[in-house]
C-alpha cells in the first residue's frame, strides 16, 4: 500500500492508494476531524438496522469504549445510517471504526443472507456494502447542513411525517439538551438546502 500526504487549506490530508489492480481510495484524514458518514446494507430492500437497532447501539458502544469518537448526530434508517462523529484530537481512524462495528454487527445476526461468491470466496458476510461515503465537515455551516440532513432524513425516505416521530435519531438527544424544539422541521421552509451535496 502507497501513503501519499498533502495539505488543502493548511490541513494534513493523507490519500491512501490501495494496492495495484484494485479501487484506490482517497480519504481526507484529519487528526481530531469531524466527519458526515453514510453506510448502506448490501440489501437495500431490508430492514436489518431497526430490526436489530439494540444490536448496533451496543456494537457502536463497544467501539466507543475502546476507539473514543464523538457522535455529534446519527440516525438510523432501515437500510442504511447517517452519522458525524468527531475523532479525538491526533487520531484519524475513522475507517478502522466502521470496520469494527460493520464486524461486530454482522457476527451478531443469524446466518442466512444472499452472498455473492466474490464475498463468500473471501469469508464475508453479504450485510453491508464495502464502501461507504464520508464528508471531512469543513466549517460550522457545513456542520449545521449535515445535522439538519440527518435530522430530517426519515422525513425525506417517507418513513414519517414529523422528525420527532422517528425514534432512531439523536434528534431526540438535541430535544432534551434544548437545542432544538420538538416541532423542528414541521415548517415550510425550515430546513432548506440540507445534506450530502449541499
Known amino acids: 500500500m502507497e501513503r501519499s500526504a498533502f495539505r ?32 448502506n446494507l448490501a440489501d437495500r430492500r431490508t ?20 476507539h473514543p469518537f464523538v457522535i455529534d448526530a446519527m440516525v438510523v434508517l432501515p437500510d442504511h445510517l447517517h452519522a458525524v462523529w ?9 475507517p478502522m471504526r466502521w470496520r469494527l462495528i ?8 443469524p446466518q442466512g443472507e444472499h452472498r455473492r461468491a466474490s464475498r463468500a470466496g473471501k469469508g464475508e458476510r453479504g450485510i453491508w456494502q464495502r464502501r461507504y461515503w464520508e464528508h471531512l465537515i469543513r466549517d460550522e455551516a457545513d456542520l449545521q447542513r449535515h445535522i439538519d440532513y440527518i435530522h430530517v432524513n426519515p422525513v425525506k425516505h417517507g418513513y414519517v411525517a414529523r422528525v420527532v416521530d422517528w ?5 431526540h438527544r438535541f430535544v432534551r439538551e434544548g437545542l432544538l424544539s420538538s416541532d423542528w422541521g414541521c415548517l415550510e421552509g425550515e430546513v432548506g438546502n440540507v445534506g450530502e451535496m449541499a
Do not use: E, N
Open 167 to 171: 425514534p432512531y435519531s439523536t434528534f
Open 8 to 39: 488543502i487549506a493548511g490541513l494534513p490530508i493523507i490519500a491512501i492508494h490501495k494496492v495495484k489492480g484494485m479501487t484506490r481510495y482517497r480519504r481526507a484524514l484529519v487528526p481530531g476531524g469531524t466527519y458526515f458518514f453514510t453506510v
Open 47 to 66: 430492514t436489518l438496522l431497526v430490526d436489530h437497532v439494540d444490536l448496533l447501539r451496543d456494537t457502536v458502544r463497544h467501539t466507543r469504549q475502546r
Open 102 to 109: 460493520k464486524t461486530r454487527f454482522s457476527h451478531g445476526l
Open 86 to 94: 468527531t475523532l479525538p484530537p491526533g487520531d484519524t481512524d475513522f
